[in-house]
Protein backbone atom coordinates (compact mmCIF):
# COMPACT_ATOMS: atom_id res chain seq x y z
CA UNK A 1 0.00 0.00 0.00
CA UNK A 2 2.58 2.33 0.74
CA UNK A 3 4.22 1.51 -2.20
CA UNK A 4 1.45 2.09 -4.45
CA UNK A 5 1.62 6.08 -2.73
CA UNK A 6 4.93 6.49 -2.80
CA UNK A 7 4.68 5.95 -6.70
CA UNK A 8 1.36 7.95 -6.98
CA UNK A 9 3.25 10.82 -5.61
CA UNK A 10 6.19 10.42 -7.23
CA UNK A 11 4.08 10.76 -10.46
CA UNK A 12 2.64 13.98 -9.20
CA UNK A 13 5.72 15.20 -8.37
CA UNK A 14 7.43 14.35 -11.86
CA UNK A 15 4.47 15.43 -13.48
CA UNK A 16 4.67 18.76 -12.22
CA UNK A 17 7.59 20.52 -14.19
CA UNK A 18 5.42 19.06 -17.58
CA UNK A 19 2.64 21.88 -16.82
CA UNK A 20 5.92 24.93 -16.16
CA UNK A 21 5.68 27.40 -13.49
CA UNK A 22 3.29 28.81 -15.00
CA UNK A 23 0.49 26.66 -14.66
CA UNK A 24 1.44 24.19 -11.94
CA UNK A 25 0.40 26.02 -8.84
CA UNK A 26 -2.95 26.57 -10.83
CA UNK A 27 -3.12 22.42 -11.39
CA UNK A 28 -2.26 21.90 -7.97
CA UNK A 29 -4.65 24.62 -6.69
CA UNK A 30 -7.89 22.89 -8.74
CA UNK A 31 -7.09 19.32 -7.16
CA UNK A 32 -7.46 20.89 -3.96
CA UNK A 33 -11.05 21.66 -4.97
CA UNK A 34 -11.52 17.68 -5.43
CA UNK A 35 -10.55 17.34 -1.30
CA UNK A 36 -7.33 15.76 -2.19
CA UNK A 37 -5.80 16.25 1.50
CA UNK A 38 -4.25 14.41 2.98
CA UNK A 39 -2.37 13.61 0.26
CA UNK A 40 -0.72 10.31 1.92
CA UNK A 41 -4.63 9.39 1.85
CA UNK A 42 -5.90 10.54 -1.13
CA UNK A 43 -2.40 9.99 -3.41
CA UNK A 44 -4.41 8.02 -6.13
CA UNK A 45 -7.19 10.57 -6.93
CA UNK A 46 -4.57 13.48 -6.65
CA UNK A 47 -2.24 11.31 -9.41
CA UNK A 48 -5.80 11.05 -11.66
CA UNK A 49 -6.28 14.36 -11.44
CA UNK A 50 -3.15 15.57 -12.42
CA UNK A 51 -2.96 12.88 -15.27
CA UNK A 52 -6.10 14.36 -16.70
CA UNK A 53 -5.04 17.77 -16.29
CA UNK A 54 -1.88 16.89 -18.60
CA UNK A 55 -3.97 15.03 -20.80
CA UNK A 56 -5.74 18.12 -21.00
CA UNK A 57 -2.45 20.23 -21.59
CA UNK A 58 -1.34 18.01 -23.81
CA UNK A 59 -3.81 17.94 -26.32
CA UNK A 60 -5.01 21.65 -25.92
CA UNK A 61 -9.01 20.45 -25.91
CA UNK A 62 -11.33 18.83 -24.91
CA UNK A 63 -14.75 17.06 -25.45
CA UNK A 64 -17.93 17.45 -24.03
CA UNK A 65 -21.08 16.05 -25.34
CA UNK A 66 -19.42 14.57 -28.33
CA UNK A 67 -18.09 17.77 -29.51
CA UNK A 68 -14.55 18.57 -29.73
CA UNK A 69 -13.78 22.43 -27.90
CA UNK A 70 -10.04 23.60 -29.17
CA UNK A 71 -8.79 26.01 -25.74
CA UNK A 72 -5.32 27.17 -26.07
CA UNK A 73 -2.93 27.08 -22.76
CA UNK A 74 -3.73 30.50 -21.18
CA UNK A 75 -7.20 30.05 -21.67
CA UNK A 76 -6.65 26.86 -19.82
CA UNK A 77 -5.02 28.66 -17.04
CA UNK A 78 -7.67 31.09 -17.27
CA UNK A 79 -10.55 28.19 -16.50
CA UNK A 80 -8.86 26.85 -13.63
CA UNK A 81 -8.31 30.37 -12.43
CA UNK A 82 -12.26 30.79 -12.13
CA UNK A 83 -13.08 27.44 -10.75
CA UNK A 84 -10.44 27.84 -7.70
CA UNK A 85 -11.26 31.37 -7.03
CA UNK A 86 -15.11 30.32 -7.09
CA UNK A 87 -16.19 29.39 -3.34
CA UNK A 88 -17.60 25.69 -4.11
CA UNK A 89 -19.48 24.41 -0.19
CA UNK A 90 -18.75 21.11 -1.30
CA UNK A 91 -16.06 19.19 -2.73
CA UNK A 92 -15.92 18.64 -7.12
CA UNK A 93 -16.71 15.37 -7.57
CA UNK A 94 -15.90 15.93 -11.38
CA UNK A 95 -14.81 18.52 -13.78
CA UNK A 96 -18.16 19.53 -15.24
CA UNK A 97 -17.70 23.05 -13.52
CA UNK A 98 -14.30 23.06 -15.13
CA UNK A 99 -15.44 21.90 -18.69
CA UNK A 100 -18.31 24.51 -18.42
CA UNK A 101 -16.24 27.24 -18.07
CA UNK A 102 -13.97 26.55 -20.76
CA UNK A 103 -16.53 25.85 -23.21
CA UNK A 104 -17.23 29.78 -23.19
CA UNK A 105 -13.67 30.34 -23.03
CA UNK A 106 -12.90 28.41 -26.24
CA UNK A 107 -15.76 29.82 -28.34
CA UNK A 108 -14.33 33.36 -27.45
CA UNK A 109 -10.99 32.20 -28.46
CA UNK A 110 -12.51 30.82 -31.93
CA UNK A 111 -14.25 33.85 -32.65
CA UNK A 112 -10.79 36.09 -31.91
CA UNK A 113 -9.34 33.50 -34.29
CA UNK A 114 -11.69 34.09 -37.12
CA UNK A 115 -12.00 37.49 -36.98
CA UNK A 116 -8.13 37.82 -37.31
CA UNK A 117 -8.15 35.27 -40.30
CA UNK A 118 -11.47 37.35 -41.80
CA UNK A 119 -8.80 40.08 -41.57
CA UNK A 120 -6.13 38.88 -43.05
CA UNK A 121 -8.00 37.17 -45.88
CA UNK A 122 -9.10 40.92 -46.04
CA UNK A 123 -5.63 42.30 -46.01
CA UNK A 124 -4.37 40.20 -48.96
CA UNK A 125 -7.40 40.49 -50.97
CA UNK A 126 -6.52 44.33 -50.64
CA UNK A 127 -2.99 43.76 -51.94
CA UNK A 128 -4.11 41.56 -54.67
CA UNK A 129 -6.82 44.21 -55.69
CA UNK A 130 -4.31 47.03 -55.55
CA UNK A 131 -2.14 45.70 -58.19
CA UNK A 132 0.87 43.71 -55.61
CA UNK A 133 -0.68 40.65 -54.64
CA UNK A 134 2.42 40.79 -52.42
CA UNK A 135 4.48 42.76 -50.15
CA UNK A 136 7.12 44.98 -51.70
CA UNK A 137 10.07 43.57 -49.52
CA UNK A 138 8.84 40.28 -50.30
CA UNK A 139 8.60 40.40 -54.15
CA UNK A 140 12.21 42.14 -54.07
CA UNK A 141 13.49 39.26 -52.19
CA UNK A 142 11.81 36.78 -55.05
CA UNK A 143 13.67 38.96 -57.50
CA UNK A 144 16.84 39.36 -56.17
CA UNK A 145 17.39 35.35 -56.24
CA UNK A 146 19.74 33.32 -54.49
CA UNK A 147 22.42 35.45 -54.53
CA UNK A 148 20.82 37.19 -51.13
CA UNK A 149 22.92 40.88 -51.93
CA UNK A 150 20.74 43.90 -50.53
CA UNK A 151 20.86 45.48 -54.03
CA UNK A 152 17.55 46.40 -55.24
CA UNK A 153 16.05 44.84 -58.32
CA UNK A 154 16.38 47.65 -61.57
CA UNK A 155 12.54 48.41 -62.08
CA UNK A 156 11.94 48.00 -66.09
CA UNK A 157 9.74 50.59 -68.52
CA UNK A 158 6.51 49.86 -69.36
CA UNK A 159 8.01 49.65 -72.97
CA UNK A 160 10.92 46.72 -71.58
CA UNK A 161 7.73 44.88 -70.02
CA UNK A 162 5.55 45.00 -72.83
CA UNK A 163 8.81 43.74 -75.05
CA UNK A 164 9.43 41.24 -72.48
CA UNK A 165 5.62 39.97 -73.04
CA UNK A 166 5.71 40.19 -76.68
CA UNK A 167 8.49 37.56 -76.06
CA UNK A 168 7.26 35.21 -73.62
CA UNK A 169 4.31 34.58 -76.13
CA UNK A 170 6.32 34.24 -79.47
CA UNK A 171 8.32 31.60 -76.86
CA UNK A 172 5.04 30.12 -75.84
CA UNK A 173 3.71 29.96 -79.70
CA UNK A 174 6.91 27.83 -80.70
CA UNK A 175 6.89 25.22 -78.24
CA UNK A 176 2.72 24.65 -79.01
CA UNK A 177 1.62 26.72 -76.33
Known sequence: ????????????????????????????????????????????????IVEEMKKLFDAQSFAWQKKLYPISHAGIAEALDICIKKNFTDKLENHNYLKKVMIGISEREG??????????????????????????????????GNDNTEEKPERITPEQAKTNIQRVGEILKTIGG
Open 111 to 144: KGKSKQAEKDLRERESNVLAGGGRPEKELDSRLR
Open 1 to 48: MDAQISKDLQYVIAALPSFGTRYAHLVMGYAQLFGVTPMHLKAKKLRL
